[in-house]
């Protein structure tokens, strides 16, 4: 079945550093990619997504590519901030499935 | 309001009672889901539905009810409680027929403990 990896937490860096976290797939077709966060008390919301290869999903500075040869989709940002922390999950939306599989989120703290 | 709503947000309740947790949206999206969030375990799902009438099993299925009678209304029942079902529960839907409707809209969780 459809399987979602993603880089353990939890993630800690200081305001204005650069964030990776790592994001590959396991799923048969041509699966749609997801980016969610969760700030604390919150349910998840959107933050970007891409339905093809080569797609770049983009929101609020963060970034995402979908590699179909490494099967990868890496959430990247240039410059953190404190209100960036929150939990990130990356997902993936089979077709004609509905339902969505999701990594096991990694958490981010931004110190000031 | 517009959106994906749930009742109660918070919920205390002991071994073996029933409760029911509910979820509401105003979009008429066709699929809605069930997850629990617990930590070291991500979002596992429910159960989902794919339109009224329709519902099936997710990941974790035991131990919980759901019913969809109208399209709006998903609840999930915990027929007798336990304490292993402490956690936190959130609804999404979404709507494949639509542009964007691979994206799943989340409610804002219900925190249940069961004692």
């Known amino acids: 079945g459809d399987s979602v990896t993603q880089m353990e937490g939890p993630v800690t860096l200081s305001e204005e550093a650069f964030l990776t976290i790592n994001c590959t797939y396991t799923a048969t077709g041509y699966p749609s990619l997801f980016w969610y966060v969760q700030y604390p008390g919150e349910g998840l919301q959107l933050l970007l997504k891409?339905?093809?290869?080569?797609d770049k999903g983009s929101n609020k500075g963060f970034e995402a590519t979908y590699r179909k040869e490494t099967t990868s989709f890496h959430l990247e940002k240039g410059s953190v901030q404190v209100s960036d922390s929150a939990v990130y999950f990356c997902a993936l939306t089979n077709t004609n499935a509905g339902k969505s599989t999701f990594g096991d989120g990694t958490t981010l703290t931004v110190k000031p | 309001d517009a959106g994906i709503t749930q009742s109660p947000r918070y919920k205390i309740t002991e071994t073996g009672r029933q409760v029911t947790l509910m979820c509401h949206q105003t979009w008429s999206h066709s699929y809605m889901f069930w997850y629990r969030q617990d930590l070291g375990h991500g979002l596992r799902l429910i159960y989902y539905?794919?339109?009224?009438?329709?519902?099936d099993k997710g990941e974790v299925p035991d131990g919980y009810v759901v019913s969809r009678s109208k399209t709006e209304n998903f609840p999930l029942t915990l027929e007798s409680a336990t304490r292993s079902q402490t956690s936190v529960y959130f609804c999404?839907?979404?709507?494949?027929?639509?542009?964007?409707?691979?994206?799943?809209?989340f409610g804002p969780g219900t925190r249940l403990t069961v004692l």
């Open positions: 539905s794919a339109a009224a009438d329709i519902t």
């Open positions: 891409a339905t093809k290869a080569d």
């Open positions: 999404a839907s979404s709507d494949p027929g639509l542009a964007r409707g691979d994206t799943q809209y």
